[in-house]
T-cell receptor, first 118, second 114 residues
Framework: AQTVTQSQPEMSVQEAETVTLSCTYDTSESDYYLFWYKQPPSRQMILVIRQEAYKQQNATENRFSVNFQKAAKSFSLKISDSQLGDAAMYFC???????????????FGKGTKLSVKP | DAGVIQSPRHEVTEMGQEVTLRCKPISGHNSLFWYRQTMMRGLELLIYFNNNVPIDDSGMPEDRFSAKMPNASFSTLKIQPSEPRDSAVYFCASLRAYSGNTIYFGEGSWLTVV
């Protein structure tokens, strides 16, 4: 069974600084997707970034980027120029690729609570 | 485009009462997921549908929980009778196959059973 591990329950960063959140996963599959979701106090789950396992290039979305190491099964999230609005729970998630099909669940890590200090 | 729409956003009910949570997936999405989030267990899948058919309901905790998807634009999650341990945030999410495999979440339904 696939598992996702986030080893940092809490992290803190100074405003305008850079922070990296860690995520490792375990799977025997070769085709899959990895995601980072942000959950602010409102509890809404917001997609931050997505990575396809078949792509070697790391995904980037504005101030958010990932370091995807497929062999090491590692998928870290880097937040640059941290802003107060980045304070939230961040969840790493895995989903098997059923060749475009819609079967398959998201497997979530336990989350990392990020605080941003002014 | 409208996102996944859930109702009610908040509900407080007494133990033993029936609770019905509703979800409208994003138009054109053919998979729908119900998740529950608690402090103790984190995010866990309850059930998901593909083309209105339940595919995996192994996460449904017990017979008190039931879910239906009568058509492509509507789903319900029902708890009868409700218990205090059912207090949680319930998320509905949807996905369109062959289109990026990204699951989009609704804003959640906060349920408190007293």
């Amino acid at each position: 069974a696939q598992t996702v591990t986030q080893s940092q329950p809490e992290m803190s960063v100074q405003e305008a600084e850079t922070v990296t959140l860690s995520c490792t996963y375990d799977t025997s599959e070769s085709d899959y997707y990895l995601f980072w979701y942000k959950q602010p106090p409102s509890r809404q789950m917001i997609l931050v970034i997505r990575q396809e396992a078949y792509k070697q290039q790391n995904a980037t979305e504005n101030r958010f980027s990932v370091n995807f190491q497929k062999a090491a099964k590692s998928f870290s999230l880097k937040i640059s120029d941290s802003q107060l609005g980045d304070a939230a729970m961040y969840f790493c998630a895995y989903r098997r690729d059923y060749y475009g099909g819609s079967q398959g669940n998201l497997i979530f890590g336990k989350g990392t609570k990020l605080s941003v200090k002014p | 485009d409208a996102g996944v729409i859930q109702s009610p956003r908040h509900e407080v009910t007494e133990m033993g009462q029936e609770v019905t949570l509703r979800c409208k997936p994003i138009s054109g999405h053919n998979s729908l997921f119900w998740y529950r989030q608690t402090m103790m267990r984190g995010l866990e899948l309850l059930i998901y549908f593909n083309n209105n058919v339940p595919i995996d309901d192994s996460g449904m905790p017990e017979d008190r929980f039931s879910a239906k998807m009568p058509n492509a634009s509507f789903s319900t999650l029902k708890i009868q009778p409700s218990e205090p341990r059912d207090s949680a945030v319930y998320f509905c999410a949807s996905l369109r196959a062959y289109s990026g495999n990204t699951i989009y979440f609704g804003e959640g339904s906060w349920l408190t059973v007293v």
